[in-house]
């Protein structure tokens, strides 16, 4: 009887259902999504929203792909509930060089979403990373209405599959269905 019941126990762990990578639930902090000379954003403000959250350097051509995917993905979805947030960082050894741009790169990209600044530190505080981890980036983090994260792109566990146009559209369009489905205060 004991050998069947360690046997079963076993069976359960090696081939029970696991989450998906990058599936991380959890309350998302609060973050002050500044936009140089204009609004500041609480991420709280956004609760009733489908939230994506990149975190990019202003410099690097795979975060703004991201941006532009955004962008797109926006002006599909946003009338059901989508809200894509922007935040712009220097990069280590690069103080300040990204700050000043971020108002010229959001116009010249016609992004039609918030774009804020901020430091780095404020990134690894949301993010929750320690100093021995690798911050990939673009970091891509999914809120869902209820202001749970969702699934996030980098970091352990992380899907970079979310830095995908089809993948996040999937992703996007089910926490959409789901949360105004189970009536959870959509609007």
């Known amino acids: 009887m004991r050998v069947a019941l360690i046997l079963s126990v076993w069976l359960l762990l090696c081939f029970a259902p696991s989450a998906p990578a990058g599936t991380v639930t959890r309350d998302s902090p609060e973050f002050r999504i500044a936009e140089p000379g204009g609004p500041t954003t609480l991420l709280s403000s956004l609760k009733g929203k489908v939230v994506v959250m990149e975190f990019l350097f202003v410099s690097s051509e795979h975060c703004l792909r991201v941006a532009r995917t955004l962008n797109k993905l926006y002006?599909?979805?946003?009338?059901?509930?989508?809200?894509?947030?922007?935040?712009?960082?220097?990069?280590?050894?690069?103080?300040?060089?990204?700050?000043?741009?971020?108002?010229?790169?959001?116009r010249y990209m016609n992004l039609t979403f918030p774009v804020g600044y901020t430091n780095k530190e404020d990134v690894d505080t949301y993010l929750g990373r320690t100093r021995n981890e690798i911050l990939n980036i673009p970091q891509v983090v999914v809120i869902d209405r209820r202001g749970m994260i969702r699934a996030v792109s980098g970091g352990r566990g992380g899907d970079p599959t979310l830095e995908d146009e089809s993948s996040l559209r999937m992703l996007i369009g089910a926490l959409l269905k789901e949360d105004s489905s189970a009536g959870t205060g959509a609007r």
């Open 75 to 106: 002006g599909e979805l946003g009338s059901r509930g989508f809200e894509p947030v922007a935040v712009a960082f220097d990069p280590p050894n690069a103080r300040g060089a990204g700050g000043p741009l971020v108002t010229a790169m959001a």
